[in-house]
């Protein structure tokens, strides 16, 4: 009786001051849990529940071995998730004075990261430094010039120690950082390469005897490899890639062991310019093997290869008729496996999705490896006729032989859970205009693309629902009114039907007194 008289009492302004109050409350919570998706990948409420929620009500269970097994295995999936992860040098990466710092000027985008920068900072520490550089004063120079975040007093420090004497790693950094254009850079690195090569022999002289000589000649090695490649790479841009090629060729046979370079990368887009596939396929058949790491650049040349021989004439409704040949089905094979490795090339390749300058670093198996490769090799695919309506026809098939990535891989490992982590450090996925509002330079393309979790989608519902019923109690406050009170009436019909039941049983003064209460 309480009740009813309570529901009698609530007039219509109640109902939209309810709702409309649910409806803020649900749609505060649902824009709170789509950021917090957007930006991290996972629902909060979700990641709450698991991570404090299930270990109270005692979903979690520590002292059972199945458990303790379980637990091992997540340990060893999370250490070969982080070795996957590894970023790796851009071995076709542009040069910083000539192509990025150009493509600012004009478009007033900074094209390179922080967190690139900041890794190649390390690696000009780790390549072109070492602990005896303190004995010669230009060498001392450069050790605190890599150091230097700031370009200008890195080119200014280099400026300084040529001055002193000549210094190849002076030379290298204002070739990389302060020539505007190839040739200024190519005839930069001409001059660090006749000093470098000249400590490389002194070095090599003195290598045995002791640690101290032996640093500086792995110093003075790597200061040389990375001098020839880049004046090679100079040869390329400036459309002498014969050129390029027998400089890269004599660098591969002098330097066998330096594979930390991927000096074969650079190798095989230059003979692909040139269109001598019978010596890409040499190149292939030495670095594509199982015990050796793999790439972008390996899988999808191999991958082009394999579709240049039947592209020309492949035609889907023919192959669907007749079914794929023999040649036909070892070409869509290797377009699976390199799409396997890395899921993001032929959203490029087929131009679904813009690119942009390729970062400095890469992750093997993420979006920047991608960029890297679409960037260089989109011209050889363009060139083989019907290469990319092969790929086109046939790239989406790869997720039905992996529909589940992240778990179980077909040829290669599980693909990696932390590469879109690792691609937002390194691509530029967003720039600051002149008014401070953020607008979106790069979107990282996400694999597998994750689902919106169940919160996300039971809040919009929610907030929609008791935004309709604000809506209509504002309206129709007399008829919302009467639909409520039968709602509330029907809801709390069992609890009166207890009520009642209660008060028969009970003596009427020990109701009266619990009522009290």
């Not at 998730?81 to 900074?110: D, H, I, M, Q």
Request: net charge neutral; charged share 20%; proline share 5%.
């Amino acid at each position: 009786m309480e009740v009813s008289m309570f529901l009698n009492t609530l007039t219509p302004k109640f109902y939209v001051a309810l709702t409309g109050t649910s409806s803020l409350i649900s749609g505060l919570i649902l824009i709170f849990e789509w950021w917090y998706f957007r930006k991290y990948g996972t629902s909060f409420i979700e990641q709450v529940s698991v991570s404090h929620l299930r270990p109270l009500l005692g979903g979690v269970d520590n002292s059972s071995p199945t458990n303790s097994n379980s637990s091992n295995g997540d340990a060893d999936s999370n250490r070969q998730s982080v070795s996957e992860c590894k970023v790796w040098r851009n071995p076709l990466n542009l040069f910083r004075g000539a192509e990025y710092n150009r493509y600012t000027w004009v478009t007033g985008r900074e094209p390179l990261t922080y967190y690139d920068m900041n890794l190649s900072a390390q690696d000009h520490q780790t390549f072109f430094t070492c602990d005896s550089d303190h004995l010669r004063p230009a060498d001392a120079i450069m050790q605190k010039a890599w150091r230097e975040r700031n370009p200008q007093a890195r080119i200014s420090a280099a400026h300084e120690s040529l001055e002193l004497e000549d210094c190849a790693t002076a030379s290298i950094l204002l070739a990389e950082e302060e020539a505007t254009t190839i040739v200024e850079a190519e005839k930069l690195f001409k001059q660090a390469l006749k000093t470098g090569e000249g400590c490389y022999r002194r070095s090599q002289q003195l290598q045995h005897h002791g640690a101290q000589y032996e640093a500086q000649h792995r110093r003075d090695t790597n200061v040389l490899v990375y001098i020839k490649r880049r004046l090679a790479m100079c040869s390329r841009k400036l459309g002498r890639t014969r050129e390029a090629v027998k400089m890269l060729r004599d660098l591969m046979k002098e330097f066998p062991l330096l594979s930390m370079f991927n000096i074969h990368e650079n190798l095989l887009e230059s003979l692909l310019e040139l269109q001598n596939y019978a010596d890409v396929q040499a190149v292939l058949a030495k670095y594509d093997d199982i015990s050796l790491p793999k790439s972008a650049t390996i899988c999808y040349t191999a991958a082009l290869l394999k579709a240049r021989a039947v592209s020309d004439k492949f035609s889907p409704e023919a192959a669907s008729r007749r079914g794929l040949s023999t040649a036909e089905m070892n070409a869509v094979e290797a377009i699976h496996r390199a799409v396997e490795f890395n899921p993001h090339v032929p959203k490029y390749l087929l131009e679904m999705k813009s690119l942009i300058l390729p970062p400095e670093h890469i992750l093997k198996r993420g979006d920047s490896e991608a960029i890297a490769y679409a960037f260089f090799h989109l011209q050889h695919w363009k060139r083989v006729e019907g290469a990319l309506n092969l790929l086109h026809c046939t790239w989406e098939g790869t997720f039905r032989m992996i529909p589940y990535p992240l778990e179980k891989g077909h040829l290669f490992y599980p693909y990696p859970i932390c590469t879109e982590t690792a691609d937002r450090e390194l691509l530029p996925s967003k720039r600051r205009s002149g008014f401070n509002c953020v607008c979106v330079f790069h979107e990282v393309s996400v694999y597998p693309k994750k689902e919106l979790p169940f919160f996300i989608l039971f809040t919009a519902g929610l907030c929609s629902f008791t935004a309709m019923l604000a809506l209509l109690t504002h309206q129709f406050p007399e008829l919302m009114g009467v639909f409520a009170k039968a709602f509330l009436s029907t809801l709390f019909a069992p609890l009166n039907f207890i009520m009642e039941k209660v008060e028969s049983i009970l003596p009427s003064s020990l109701w009266h007194q619990l009522t009290r209460i």
